[in-house]
T-cell receptor, first 110, second 115 residues
Framework: QKEVEQDPGPLSVPEGAIVSLNCTYS??????FMWYRQYSRKGPELLMY????GNKEDGRFTAQVDKSSKYISLFIRDSQPSDSATYLC??????????FGAGTTVTVRA | GAGVSQSPSNKVTEKGKDVELRCDPI?????LYWYRQSLGQGLEFLIY????????KSGLPSDRFSAERTGGSVSTLTIQRTQQEDSAVYLC?????????????FGQGTRLTVV
């Protein structure tokens, strides 16, 4: 079993819809949680960064962390075609090594 | 520089040849990381540096892989006697420091193809 599980999709939604992405993990030492966006043939770009449990909102993006359930989510409101990309969850404890999910490919249809 | 810079962006090499991949981190970032991204495999941690020191080399896939960092800045990942299974995108990231709330910023990657 992988340390971080993420549904690879693909996920296709109409423009304006809410995109819901999630990851589960098994390592209880994880305390820093991130979401990266990766466009084709580009490096991952940091979208959201959360420490421990709770919610964080940044514009159209909301990240949620539930450490008791070992479950994290990313919501994208009012999705745009420019949001079409692969979204990667990542997390780590204090050992500096990021563990990534496999990535979910999202397409927002105009 | 403004971001993490990697070179070359693409590299095609023959099986058995050695390759060197270069990473220029964000100025002032003391921590540097190498990851490998293979199709269908996600991102795999290879090695990290704090300054010029690499305390954890356990992620390197084999002894054909090595990495160094000089002057607390540029890092080179070297793959000797390349094999076809080494074909992947090699990503470098840097952060201001290790631990705490420091965020890692990635470069665009080097796409390595071994033929």
């Amino acid at each position: 079993q992988k340390e971080v599980e993420q549904d690879p999709g693909p996920l296709s939604v109409p423009e304006g819809a809410i995109v819901s992405l999630n990851c589960t993990y098994s390592n209880s030492a994880f305390q820093y949680f991130m979401w990266y966006r990766q466009y084709s043939r580009k490096g991952p770009e940091l979208l959201m960064y959360t420490y421990s449990s709770g919610n964080k909102e940044d514009g159209r993006f909301t990240a949620q962390v539930d450490k008791s359930s070992k479950y994290i989510s990313l919501f994208i409101r009012d999705s745009q075609p420019s949001d079409s990309a692969t979204y990667l969850c990542a997390m780590r404890g204090d050992d500096y090594k990021l563990s990534f999910g496999a990535g979910t490919t999202v397409t927002v249809r105009a | 520089g403004a971001g993490v810079s990697q070179s070359p962006s693409n590299k095609v090499t023959e099986k058995g040849k050695d390759v060197e991949l270069r990473c220029d981190p964000i100025s002032g970032h003391t921590a540097l990381y190498w990851y490998r991204q293979s199709l269908g495999q996600g991102l795999e941690f290879l090695i990290y540096f704090q300054g010029n020191s690499a305390p954890d080399k356990s992620g390197l896939p084999s002894d054909r892989f090595s990495a160094e960092r000089t002057g607390g800045s540029v890092s080179t990942l070297t793959i000797q006697r390349t094999q076809q299974e080494d074909s992947a995108v090699y990503l470098c990231a840097s952060s201001l420091a290790l631990g705490g709330g420091t965020e890692a910023f990635f470069g665009q990657g080097t796409r390595l193809t071994v033929v």
